[in-house]
């Protein structure tokens, strides 16, 4: 659990630090989104139907904060520097490296024993993070759009 915890405050740091190429609107916007979308993810696949659950079955623990916290840090960090003006391949690409990360520190989560698996596996969980990540990009998207019209 201490490495874990030293893991997410590392990943806050490196968000805190990087330069934002992003306006706090464009990944306050995102964030909020991807956020919205996990809580509901994780209720339905979490509490409903047991397919997977962090730290203890019987109870809700309020480290999960802490895993909310990580997991803010890391899309800071991903759509910062989202590609947003290159070409659709690249876009793929960048999208497709950030999967198979989001997917290792999934694994990570689960050999430490933060995050449980019951009926899931790491292959469902890439194949959402990789749709997620594209429905964030389209919210980036429109509030990029947003604040260039706005202004």
Known sequence: MKLFIVTV???????L?????????ELLATIQFALL????TDLYLD????LYWYFDKKQIEWLYLV?????????????NYFPLKSNPIKKFIYILGWTCILALL???A???KVLHYGEWNIIYSAL????????????LVYTADRREHIS
């Open 9 to 15: 405050i590392l990943v806050v740091l490196i968000a």
């Open 17 to 25: 630090r990087i330069p934002r190429k992003r306006t706090r609107h």
């Open 37 to 40: 979308m996990n809580f509901v």
């Open 47 to 50: 509490l409903k139907y047991k």
């Open 67 to 79: 895993v909310a916290l990580g997991e803010i840090a890391v899309l800071v960090i991903i759509f």
């Open 106 to 108: 999934e694994l990570y």
């Open 110 to 112: 689960v050999y430490i």
């Open 128 to 139: 959402i993070y990789f749709i997620s990540l594209y429905i964030l990009y389209f919210v």
